[in-house]
């Protein structure tokens, strides 16, 4: 027995090294944007209290600091996503063991996982989802011994397991839900119910007592996550708007091929087994999918925000540990084949990508001699410029003088539903919104454009009505300047 457990230790371990050789020769300048852009000062300056998500900060900053001499901080919390994300490879590959497969199966289940488009997405971008997979995954081990054998200690250890990686992402908190639902389906009739009720009520009360202990190990941090957390998701409007999209893009896509095999995965295992993992895995989705509804499909401005799949990535870890005793192990290795494809062809969209650097310098020198706003165009720009500011705290007031034409869209989106393109170019006047006046970019007036609508008339029409519209030549960094007339 102990043998057994030494072995599959081992191989796991092996897979996980492999995939963190893979992840580190596959990491791109690509960044997951707007998160990234406020949580690199923080993790620099070890401002770390960050409710929604208590423990992600300081388990990133712990991981940074590990890695120091390892390239700078944005590199290091690169390398952080893919280490984490090859942990969680090794852990997926025990679980489906623990589940019963054999060795070939958990360790092709677990390659299926770690191909899929969003591990590999997260795996080699510097972001928090990357982070989490470690505790998701080890979550999920502790679901799958609770199946195996439920009782109350077994339940108490998925709670907490649970209530740990909820304290890494807020998502964490349905692995809860996830649990009870299998482990009440597997086990209805089969045990006495007082035991059932017993270990489901023990999972709730252990998963909640880690998130009313988790402020106790954050320093600053005052009142429970989970309040920061409804008050997130409350603000955010009910609505259908790019539902087709959200599905394709947080679902279908991602997750490809395990999002469309979980179904056959359970008519195969058959019987008690295959009706608990279809019953629990057609609920999870659905949950999952209203939760990205609810945040990401607004009536104002459709499907615009998107996470690529991060959400779901604990539910891609259930399917590989259900195929992985459910399927055969040529059919495994077509899953894995299938995601590497899906993979290679996410990756090869993104892999040309660089930050701007010319223009970062050239905008750097023109913002340290001039007292404006800097509208840049896309991320390229914005990025380039970004990583020259936010290492350095004496230039954060700069830093905060640069505004991505992404998040102007957005606010302005959000703020109002019916733009008025007078409305929207009133925006950079410096008696408004600012005391500086705007320098906007040759590709932010491009991107406007392509926008259409209210933006295109913004630039074509009122910009040049509203203001005189100064050229803008330093290197790299073309543009306008807006003088009010």
């Known amino acids: 027995m102990r043998s057994t457990i030494v072995v599959d230790l081992a191989l796991a371990c092996g897979a996980g090294l492999l995939a963190a050789l893979c992840y580190a020769a596959l990491r791109t300048e690509l960044s997951h944007e707007y998160d990234l852009y406020w949580m690199l000062p923080r993790l620099r300056d070890g401002d770390l209290v960050y409710p929604r998500h208590p423990l992600a900060l300081p388990f990133a900053h712990a991981l940074t600091e590990m890695l120091d001499g390892h390239g700078t901080l944005l590199e290091r919390l690169r390398l952080a996503n893919g280490l984490c994300a090859a942990v969680a490879v090794g852990v997926v590959s025990l679980a489906a063991r623990r589940r019963g497969a054999d060795r070939a199966r958990a360790l092709l289940a677990a390659a299926a996982f770690g191909l899929l488009p969003a591990a590999v997405r997260f795996a080699t971008v510097a972001e928090l989802h990357g982070l989490f997979l470690p505790f998701a995954a080890a979550a999920l081990w502790c679901v799958v011994g609770l199946l195996r054998r439920p009782g109350l200690a077994t339940a108490a250890v998925t709670g907490v397991a649970c209530g740990v990686s909820a304290a890494v992402h807020a998502t964490g908190h349905l692995l809860v839900g996830v649990a009870l639902a299998w482990l009440v389906s597997t086990w209805w009739g089969r045990i006495p119910a007082k035991l059932l009720v017993s270990a489901a009520a023990v999972l709730l009360m252990s998963a909640a007592l880690v998130t009313v202990a988790v402020p106790l190990f954050v320093s600053g941090m005052e009142g429970a996550p989970v309040n920061d957390q409804l008050d997130f998701v409350a603000e955010h409007p009910w609505a259908v708007d790019g539902l087709a999209a959200l599905l394709f893009g947080e679902y279908l896509w991602p997750l490809l091929p395990l999002s469309l095999v979980w179904p056959l995965a359970a008519l195969r295992l058959g019987g008690r087994a295959g009706w608990a993992a279809a019953v629990t895995l057609a609920g999870s989705f659905?949950?999952?999918?209203?939760?990205?509804?609810?945040?990401?499909?607004?009536?104002?401005?459709?499907?615009?925000?998107?996470?690529f799949g991060a959400y779901l990535m604990p539910l891609g870890m259930v399917v590989a540990s259900v195929a992985a005793t459910a399927l055969r192990p040529r059919s495994l290795a077509a899953?894995?084949?299938v995601a590497a494809i899906a993979s290679g062809f996410d990756y090869g969209q993104n892999v040309g990508y660089a930050p701007d650097r010319a223009f970062g310098a050239a905008a750097h020198r023109y913002l340290e001699g001039h007292d404006v706003r800097l509208l840049a165009g896309d991320r390229a720009e914005f990025e380039g410029l970004y990583e020259r500011l936010y290492e350095v705290p004496a230039l954060d007031a700069l830093r905060d003088r640069v505004i991505p034409l992404a998040s102007f869209v957005y606010e302005a989106r959000?703020?109002?539903?019916?733009?008025?393109?007078d409305e929207l170019a009133l925006w950079f006047h410096p008696g408004i919104s600012s005391p500086r006046p705007t320098v906007i970019t040759e590709r932010a007036r491009e991107q406007l454009r392509v926008l259409g609508g209210a933006f295109r008339e913004c630039d074509e029409v009122w910009l040049p009505r509203i203001?005189?519209?100064?050229?803008?030549?330093?290197?790299?960094l073309r543009g306008v300047l807006l003088r009010p007339r």
Not at 292 to 297: D, G, P, Q, S
Request: hydrophobic content about 50%; overall charge neutral; proline content about 5%.
């Open 335 to 337: 899953c894995a084949l």
């Open 414 to 421: 959000r703020l109002k539903a019916e733009l008025k393109p």
């Open 467 to 476: 203001f005189a519209l100064e050229a803008v030549e330093v290197g790299a």
């Open 286 to 307: 659905v949950v999952y999918l209203v939760g990205c509804a609810k945040l990401f499909c607004w009536p104002t401005h459709g499907y615009l925000l998107h996470e």
